[in-house]
């Protein structure tokens, strides 16, 4: 049973900073098939960077070139380091995990909230 724990949310003013970190239970394998999510009020959750199988990382295009998504394997944690935000990046992140590298995200944090302001 995987355990997953964000934190590093908070307020910031447009166009400033963040880091997200995400610690996992398990330390193999920690760093593939792990992804972030985030969901608005009223909207459907959204994907928003991901590691895949083979350690290639995606985003959504909202996010890329702004968003990066890493990991330190030593310290079993997934980042996710936020810049020039924007009040659209106002959400509640939650990273997630496909277990056993399965299709599904299955496994999720608790979420941390971002709240960007002009």
């Known amino acids: 049973q995987r355990q997953l724990v964000e934190s590093g949310g908070g307020s910031v003013q447009s166009g400033g900073s963040l880091r997200l970190s995400c610690v996992s239970s398990e330390n193999t394998y920690s760093n593939v098939c792990v992804g972030w999510f985030r969901q608005a009020p009223g909207k459907e959750r959204e994907g928003v960077a991901h590691?895949?199988?083979?350690?290639?990382?995606t985003y959504a295009a909202s996010v890329k070139g702004r968003f990066t998504i890493s990991q330190d394997n030593a310290k079993y944690t997934i980042y996710l380091q936020m810049n020039s935000l924007k009040p659209e990046d106002t959400a509640m992140y939650y990273c997630?995990?496909?277990?056993?590298?399965?299709?599904?995200?299955?496994?999720w944090g608790q979420g941390t909230q971002v709240t960007v302001s002009s």
């Open positions: 997630a995990a496909r277990s056993g590298c399965g299709p599904e995200y299955d496994q």
């Open positions: 590691i895949g199988n083979t350690g290639g990382t």
